[in-house]
């Protein structure tokens, strides 16, 4: 990946003690069973880039614990925060844990990602004014396809790759991430898959 401005703070943060805090799910047993954190970069101007980092936890097969970091965004792109493909407003995914509430799948029928298969919680921005409006009384809960998946093979901007979805910007490090994903299910540890989204200004 390429280290940016959260990469030092996610090193090595104890998402296990604040997930405990928070009362969600730190997956411990067995290998590969996967805890998906992204963590959403503190700022609500829209920057158009790939300043979101998604974290990957798990033991590996020797019972070590192993953790990968990716660049990602976890916000709408430029272009669709003001092109909304809706008349309630673009998606942006709400800060939580959503259980179980991933498989893999096609994403849009063209290749395998990670494809929302249970609701999840999403602000509705329509105003366009280039700053992500995170605004309680637009909260919307559903099947909105906010899917993890990946944009080009190494994307420096997000523009049309995102209008809600978790994206990565590296197509290897999607592949990568995917390969784990697949080692999961491999493992019998079941083919649903948790993500877990947090604000970089809970990490204290």
């Not at 070590?64 to 965004?73: A, F, K, L, P, V």
């Not at 602000?123 to 992500?132: E, G, L, S, T, W």
């Not at 290897?172 to 649903?192: A, V």
Request: aromatic content about 14%.
């Amino acid at each position: 990946m390429i280290k940016n401005a959260l990469y030092s703070k996610v090193k090595e943060y104890d998402f296990e003690e604040l997930f405990k805090k928070k009362g969600y799910a730190y997956f411990t047993n067995g290998a590969y069973n996967l805890n998906i954190i992204g963590v959403r970069a503190a700022g609500r101007n829209i920057t158009n880039s790939f300043d979101d980092v998604l974290v990957l936890i798990y033991k590996s097969s020797s019972g070590q614990w192993q953790r990968q970091i990716y660049n990602i965004t976890t916000d709408p792109g430029r272009y669709y925060m003001l092109n909304p493909t809706t008349r309630k407003g673009t998606a942006i995914l709400v800060p939580g844990q959503y259980r179980g509430a991933y498989q893999i799948d096609k994403h849009r029928g063209k290749y395998l990602a990670l494809c929302q298969k249970k609701p999840v919680k999403v602000y509705r921005d329509n105003n366009k004014n280039q700053v992500y409006d995170w605004d309680i009384n637009s909260l919307d809960e559903g099947m909105f396809g906010i899917n993890i998946h990946k944009a080009g093979k190494l994307s420096q901007r997000v523009d049309t790759w995102s209008a809600g979805c978790q994206v990565f910007a590296s197509e290897t490090d999607f592949k990568c991430f995917m390969n784990y994903c697949q080692k999961q299910i491999q493992n019998g540890l079941g083919k649903n898959f948790t993500y877990t989204l947090l604000k970089e200004e809970e990490l204290v």
